[in-house]
Structures are given as C-alpha cells and as structure tokens.
C-alpha cells in the first residue's frame, strides 16, 4: 500500500509506502479497533507493528500489507532473518509450478490510464524474461485481480493482498485512484509493479530499515519476519539501492523500471 510520507533519501516531494488487497464494495467488516492482543499477534507473525491500523477485512501493516483473521489466528513459523543491507530479499514463500503464466484482471471502476498502466506494469515482468509470465485478462477470474477501492483509510494508496500461499501467488491487490492522483502513467505502473512484487513473494528491499526510503516516518521500523522469511537473493548488491522497485517508499510522480539488481533478483527466483 501507500500512504503520504516524507522522503528524504530518494527525492523530494511526497512519499508513499505500498500495502495489502481490499475493494470498495468488499463486505468484509473493518475491526473496531486495534487491542494490545491483536498488536501482540500481529507482532508475533513478524510484522512491524508502528503503523498498525484496522482496515476492511482485517489489518493494515507495514503500509502495504493485509493482516486477515485467518492470518491473525494463526501459529508463526520462525523463518531464518538475514539482517544486513538494503540487499534484495523474498520471502519462503514463492509460486510455484513453473513455467507459468499468470492472469491479470483491472476493474473497469478504473480509468482508461490505468488501463495502460497495467499493461507498462506486465511489460516489464515479460520483458526480464522469467519463467514466469503475465498476460491481462477483460473477463473470467484472473490469479491477480486489480481491485478498485474510493478508500482504504487516510493517505493510502493501495494495499497487496500479502504474499504466495500453497504455491500460487497472492490474490491481487487494490489501488485507490482518489489518493494516487494525477500521477504519471509510469508512475502509477511502478505502484502496480510493487503491489506484483508482493504477491509473487517479494519483500521489501529495505525491509529491515524503512527509513532508507521513508524517511523519518520509517526511522527504525525493522519489517521482520513477517512469518515467511526474509531471504538474501545471492547477487544482489550490499550497498543500498536507491532505485530498486521493491523500496517501502516511492515519491510522487517517480517511475521505477526495473533496474539491473531488480533483474538479478527476479530472474534467480523466477
């Protein structure tokens, strides 16, 4: 998800985090409030807890990512964390059963540059030649809906629907138009990208310290866990990377293709 922030690391202007997978219409209740149990549960999985907030269907944390009931009721599996750089890392959880190709659907609540948009965002997966590929869909059931969301809560831009489960990827993601705004068109596909990135298995980049890209708004806050791991993908650098397309935070109107330690990253998982 995104959320307005203040970067300083990577350009002025606003900033935004990028999260977890909600529709508008959704019926999915929003929790009245977030306890001192459910802060201690949503900790237990691994997740920072700083920004927690409840949203429809279940939790917001990290900016970007969904906590459902069904998350937040279950017992964590402690994963080996790597703590380092902002090097790139994924998760143990990953799709699997490729060669594959997987099916994008946006909602017709969006408006025609989104269309384009996604189309850029799909671009740029196929074009790093992976063995997995993306193909949009206009109809039937797509293994990564692009829902369409009038608000997520103050600020957010949209939020992923959290990471692979059983070996396929995470159910899509959401986006709120009302607050990405009038952003570019390669602007709005790097949020898009993002989102895709989650629901491949993707963490992160500075995962372990978001004031990299955040700004104060990140300072200290370690991601964690998160339950699924936090796994150094070999060839990736140890310096920070100001231009991955997995940072927490992006600035408004910033474009992100995929840069040559994206590549890397994507291609040894994919």
Sequence with gaps: MRKV?????????????????????????????????????????????????????????????????????????????????????????LVTGLPRTLTVYLSAEFPATYVTAIDEAIRRYNDANLQLKFTRITSGTADLPVKYSASLGAGVLGQSGGFPTNGNPAPGFTLVPSVIGNQTTNAIATIMAHEMGHCLGFRHTDYMNRAYSCGRKGQGNNEGTAGVGAILIPGTPSAPDPNSWMLACVGTNVDRPFNANDVIALNYVY
């Excluded at 909600?22 to 949503?42: M, R, Y």
């Excluded at 949203?55 to 998350?71: H, K, R, S």
């Design 5 to 93: 922030s203040t970067l300083l690391a990577l350009a002025a202007g606003a900033a935004f985090s990028l999260a977890g997978c909600q529709k508008n219409q959704d019926t999915a209740a929003t929790p009245a409030s977030v306890t001192p149990e459910v802060t201690a549960k949503v900790a237990a999985l691994g997740f920072d807890t700083s920004d927690l907030k409840a949203t429809a269907g279940g939790y917001l944390a990290e900016g970007d990512m969904l906590i459902t009931p069904e998350l937040l009721a279950s017992t964590p599996e402690r994963k080996f964390l790597r703590v380092g750089e902002e090097e790139q890392y994924r998760t143990t959880n």
